[in-house]
């Protein structure tokens, strides 16, 4: 598929998909996450922007393994940003990025999973060894020593079962081990709902309606399960009180019109708390969206 004139629309789509996903992230207030009005943890918005603007020519390389595409496009981040931006995100939407080449891969979400399956499966050592070297170069907050296949000594497994051992303990090497389950299972309201991301204007004003569904997108995944992120830097007591708040969100049709959810993401800020696995979760979740969703419903036939 990679050759043909079908892949190369397939392709500049799916980059702007990634784009608009990444731009829509931080166009929305997330509590404990940096966005466009409200910075925090010592980054901004426009880094967020300018890393994505960096990832996405490596990230979406026709034919690439998964592997060299998260080194390079991590590499490229650290040049366009000076820091650890979107390390999660890279993890994430490599192994999409690459399962979108797969013959039929778009054409519905069965399809879709069925790539990403396949695409993980055919993850292989080297593959390992390109993402180790991702990770150990940003160097992650709290990312601490593993007792098995740590990212700085040479790997042993193929990376999906490198990131099967940590999966206990991370949400993203979780999607690795499930097959994306979580990602395209809190994906699935967004996509049966014809969400687009085309439709998407970064340099608009975001409309309220996608402003609270991408804002109850990440806290469906923050209330499921303790932030990762949160976890290696403060401890499971932490994360877990922020999981409960989130849970307690859940459902507010516009939680930004609350002033309670703008002190809350304030408070997490000021507590230097960030949930930035559950942001990446969500930009992987937006992307899954708008490529099933509406605007892609010219790859599936519908």
């Known amino acids: 598929?990679?050759?043909?004139?079908?892949?190369?629309?397939?392709?500049?789509?799916?980059?702007?998909?990634?784009?608009?996903?990444?731009?829509?992230?931080?166009?929305?207030?997330?509590?404990?996450?940096?966005?466009?009005?409200?910075?925090g943890h010592g980054m901004a918005a426009a880094q967020f922007l300018a890393s994505a603007q960096a990832a996405v020519e490596p990230l979406f390389v026709p034919g690439e393994r998964v592997g060299p595409r998260i080194e390079r496009a991590m590499a490229a981040t650290w040049a366009a940003a000076g820091c650890n931006t979107n390390l999660g995100i890279l993890l994430l939407c490599a192994p999409i990025a690459a399962a979108i080449e797969l013959p039929g891969a778009l054409q519905g979400a069965a399809r879709l999973r069925a790539a990403v399956q396949a695409t993980l499966s055919g993850l292989d050592l080297d593959d390992t060894r390109h993402a180790y070297r991702a990770i150990a170069f940003a160097n992650p907050a709290g990312l601490g020593r593993a007792q098995a296949e740590d990212v700085n000594d040479e790997p042993h497994l193929p990376l999906r079962a490198a990131m099967a051992l940590a999966a206990p303990r991370d949400s993203i090497a979780r999607q690795y081990a499930n097959g994306f389950d979580d990602v395209f299972d809190v994906a699935s309201p967004l996509e049966r709902l014809g969400f687009s991301l085309i439709d998407f204007d970064p340099d608009a004003p975001v409309d309220h309606a996608i402003a609270a569904s991408v804002q109850q997108l990440f806290l469906r995944f923050l209330s499921r399960w303790p932030d990762s992120h949160i976890v290696r830097k403060h401890g499971r007591d932490v994360a877990h009180t922020v999981m409960s708040a989130a849970q307690a969100w859940q459902g507010h049709l516009r939680p930004e019109a609350d002033p309670a959810f703008a002190a809350w993401d304030e408070a997490l800020k000021a507590q230097s708390i960030n949930p930035g696995t559950s942001a990446d979760l969500s930009v992987a979740a937006l992307l899954l969206a708008g490529l099933l969703g509406r605007s892609g419903q010219m790859w599936h036939g519908k």
């Not at 799916?14 to 731009?23: M, S």
Request: charge should be positive; glycine fraction near 2%; hydrophobic fraction near 50%.
């Open 1 to 39: 598929m990679t050759d043909s004139p079908q892949a190369a629309q397939v392709s500049a789509f799916a980059k702007t998909c990634f784009l608009r996903a990444c731009a829509l992230d931080v166009a929305v207030r997330k509590p404990g996450n940096v966005s466009a009005a409200w910075p």
